[in-house]
């Protein structure tokens, strides 16, 4: 079955099986700066990421997983805004249906784009991996490749303030 999220501000998560697929739409992150929002230093400078990705930044969530889960549920949006330096939107959609068995399963990677003034969010990008030429620097898999990397565990989310063992 397909969830579609085209209407409406408030993107919540929808799917009741494993087999639902939800499609964000640029109505889907409308809101985002209204949901539950976690501060976070961003990643440590070790040296795997590029300047880009570096740096504090603000998460939203637009609904937090219920007690005791051990995936979030399909139609999970988490946006991340980093305001200073260069500006950075970016957002995972928990997408389901399989989506991206290769990587960060059943999750979608987007470059989003806030009007300064109407706050109106656009898509720029979209997919399984941001376009050519890498993200933050990073460019042999952009988000699958850190994302990958945090496992099963906590359903691909490497941010230490939405770990599933927390809610």
Known sequence: MLVLAACGHEAQ?????????FVA??????AFREWPAFHSDGPP???TFGPDVLGP???YV???PPHGATQFPIGT???EAR???AKLLIAGVKRGGGYNGGGATNWEWFG??????????TINWRGLAPPTGGYGGIPTGGCNECHASCGHDNDFVCSPLLQLASF
Do not use: C, H, W, Y
Request: glycine letters at 4%; aromatic letters at 4%; a negative charge.
């Open 45 to 47: 400078d070790d040296g």
């Open 83 to 85: 305001e200073s330096g």
């Open 57 to 59: 930044r603000m998460q």
């Open 25 to 30: 739409f640029p109505a889907t992150f409308a």
């Open 112 to 121: 989003l784009a806030e009007d300064a003034v109407t706050k109106q969010v």
């Open 13 to 21: 998560p929808v799917a009741r099986d494993s087999n639902e697929t």
């Open 62 to 64: 637009n609904v937090l």
């Open 77 to 79: 949006v988490i946006v």
